[in-house]
């Protein structure tokens, strides 16, 4: 499994950084989100739940753009088709593209998070970094896991580019208010409290549990 | 124990019947050429048979596996070429190769030992969307073949090939290979040429089923009218 999981992963980042397809993509939406953001709250900052809900928001609709992606190549291509003849676990794919999108994930917001320091938060970033560094993994994971089961279960509709974000959105409102509602402390001026523990633990359950449902679900997917 | 045996296939999409009632053996060594017009169920009995679409009725069983229930221990024993050539056109065919050889657990050196037998010209590092049709499809043969199998399914294998490129990949997917094979061919004369066994279809019901040498190329035209 290991093994099929790093050839396949392989094989998806050679695919990205030879098109730039999805990456640049993502992160040049969460920039010009903060921008439009910036002038439409007539502010020159934000902080608190405002922030959070700025960034977590920018954040899940900039990731639909890369999950609506994940499968593209493997549908037009015949990348399915190569891969279902191969006598490998079809979870192998699945670890694949969680990776991928993970990896996507933490590319966008080592952009998006320092755009957003500099556009719209007010208080400094650097105190409360580590920890919004484990909340954002923590969303990531629910992220990438609800990205690649919707991913693989629109790329074979017709409507994908409209199926992706209407199935995944509502999968991942718990996501956002998860993330948003731990992130509100550390982005308030008087960084009171920390990290509130309850929404860490609902993030970490909500991953597993979606990691369990794709993980099931997977396979019946790819399969006719 | 023979390489292929369907009884009473059948396959549809949704309302359409795409394969119906199709019944036939084939031995291992030997191959079938599948005849047909456009739409006729030829590409769909490929996908059966490569375990890439379940059959909706009837038995069948490919290299002694029953599919769709032991369709694991089919796959990376039979290779598909089919219309698309199963590539990403972003990498090169051999990175492209690399990435199959990983999946079917082929050691990397078959890699290098398949691109010399395709004669890819130096181009094996080039992206596969800069490359000609006869070129990829040359890899796909590459790919089709890069893990040794012992069933060969094979669409159109001469489409966009060259005479030169024809008689390049023959000792990989022709009879010289010694696999089983089932072809399918539009061209008469040349599909006749190596079968052992001809199955014409019209409709995805079973037209034609005879030994090649009982079959002319008049006969094979006819299901085309």
Not at chain 1, 187 to 204: D, N
Not at chain 2, 190 to 206: E, I, N
Request: proline share 6%; charged share 20%; hydrophobic share 50%.
């Amino acid at each position: 499994m290991r093994r099929t999981v790093g050839a396949l992963l392989r094989k998806e980042l050679l695919v990205e950084l030879r098109t730039f397809e999805s990456v640049p993509g993502m992160s040049l939406f969460a920039v010009t989100t903060f921008v439009v953001f910036h002038f439409a709250l007539n502010r020159s900052s934000v902080e608190g739940d405002l922030a959070a809900g700025i960034l977590w928001v920018t954040l899940l609709f900039a990731a639909i753009l890369g999950a609506n992606r994940l499968f593209v190549a493997d549908a037009d291509q015949g990348g399915f088709d190569g891969f279902l003849l191969a006598p490998v676990d079809r979870s192998a794919m699945m670890v694949a593209k969680v990776l991928t999108m993970l990896a996507y994930l933490v590319v966008l917001e080592l952009v998006a998070v320092p755009a957003f320091a500099i556009l719209l938060l007010g208080p400094p970033l650097g105190p409360a970094l580590p920890q919004l560094i484990a909340v954002l993994a923590l969303g990531d994971i629910g992220i990438a896991v609800i990205g690649t089961l919707v991913g693989a279960l629109a790329v074979q509709t017709r409507a994908r580019d409209l199926l992706g974000p209407l199935l995944a959105l509502p999968l991942l409102v718990p996501i956002v208010i998860g993330g948003a509602r731990a992130t509100a402390p550390l982005l308030a001026f008087s960084h009171a409290g920390g990290v509130p523990a309850r929404w860490l633990l609902t993030l970490g359950l909500y991953d597993l549990i979606f990691g369990l449902i794709a993980y099931a679900l997977f396979d019946f997917l790819l399969e006719d | 124990m023979p390489a292929l045996q369907l009884e009473g296939l059948a396959r549809h999409y949704g309302e359409r019947e795409a394969l119906s009632d199709v019944s036939l053996t084939l031995q291992e060594g030997q191959t079938l050429v599948v005849f047909g017009p456009n739409g006729a169920g030829k590409s769909t009995l490929l996908r059966v048979l490569s375990t890439l679409l379940r059959p909706h009725a009837g038995r069948v069983q490919v290299l002694g596996c029953s599919l769709p229930d032991e369709a694991w221990s089919a796959r990376g024993r039979l290779g598909l070429l089919g219309h698309e050539p199963l590539l990403y056109r972003e990498l090169t065919a051999r990175e492209n190769l690399r990435y199959h050889a990983s999946l079917h657990r082929v050691p990397q050196e078959r890699v290098e030992r398949v691109i010399e037998g395709v004669a890819m010209s130096g181009r094996e590092d080039e992206p596969l969307r800069t490359l000609s049709r006869g070129m990829v499809q040359r890899v796909a043969i590459a790919r089709a073949v890069l893990h040794e199998p012992e069933l060969l399914l094979l669409d159109e294998p001469h489409s966009n090939l060259d005479p030169a490129g024809i008689e390049l990949v023959s000792p990989l997917i022709g009879p010289a290979s010694g696999r089983t094979r089932v072809i399918c061919s539009h061209d008469p004369e040349a599909g006749l040429a190596g079968a052992d066994l001809v199955l014409g279809l019209r409709s995805g019901r079973t037209a034609l089923l005879l030994p090649a040498g009982e079959v002319t190329a008049g006969k094979i035209r006819e299901l085309y009218r």
